[in-house]
């Protein structure tokens, strides 16, 4: 399994790399990038706890929703990310993510087997019994808030791919908007519940700053 940290000493931990630039480089690509977004209105009502639910049966059911919709983005560019057009799994030319499943120390690897084995890893867990019980009579792990932390971590690293390197892609097909619309709804629940340090999210940091 990918190692992982929760904290925002992240940044620097073995899977996650920012790259260092020398000083005269072009700036984020994505700072001045307008997030357009379908009309869903009332946000905070889709991603507030509803009155009586449980808090975790609340994060199960959003991660559940959140890995189905990166499926399908990542379903529909695909043809565009192939291990010749990616040949690493990277935000920009300024962070990088290698795997470290099953391997003795991180390797890099192309973003398309990267994501799939990543979201191949996160169904794997969604599946599990043990880990996301199907009845109320069944608890959950002690450590579920961690397994949770680490699944919308690595998400996220899906999104950031996205937008660096397939936003023409989705402007193409003509479906910029719902994966707009799927960030601004994985963020705003991110930003309520607190799930991802910081540090994490630096890759779209600019993009982040424009959703309320």
């Known amino acids: 399994m990918e190692k992982q940290s929760d904290t925002p000493s992240t940044a620097n931990s073995q899977t996650f790399k920012p790259i260092k630039k020398r000083q005269h480089v072009n700036r984020n690509p994505m700072a001045n990038y307008q997030l357009e977004t379908i009309d869903v209105k009332e946000f905070n009502m889709i991603i507030t706890l509803p009155p009586g639910e449980d808090i975790l049966e609340w994060y199960a059911y959003n991660v559940f929703d959140f890995h189905r919709q990166v499926s399908m983005l990542f379903s529909t560019i695909s043809e565009f990310c192939t291990s010749e057009n990616c040949p690493r799994m990277t935000a920009g030319s300024g962070f990088k993510y290698l795997w470290s499943d099953g391997v003795p120390t991180p390797v890099e690897m192309a973003a398309p087997a990267y ?98």
């Open 115 to 212: 994501i799939s084995k990543l979201l191949d890893l996160i169904e794997h867990q969604l599946d599990d019994e043990a880990i996301f019980p199907s009845t109320p009579e069944k608890p959950f792990p002690s450590n579920f808030m961690t397994i949770i932390r680490n699944i919308m971590k690595r998400l996220f690293r899906v999104y950031a791919h996205f937008y660096y390197h397939h936003i023409e892609h989705f402007q193409v097909l003509q479906i910029e908007k719902y994966l707009n619309t799927s960030f601004r709804h994985f963020i705003l629940f991110n930003k309520k519940y607190s799930l991802i340090a910081p540090a994490q999210l630096e890759p779209l940091r600019d993009l982040i700053s424009t959703i309320e």
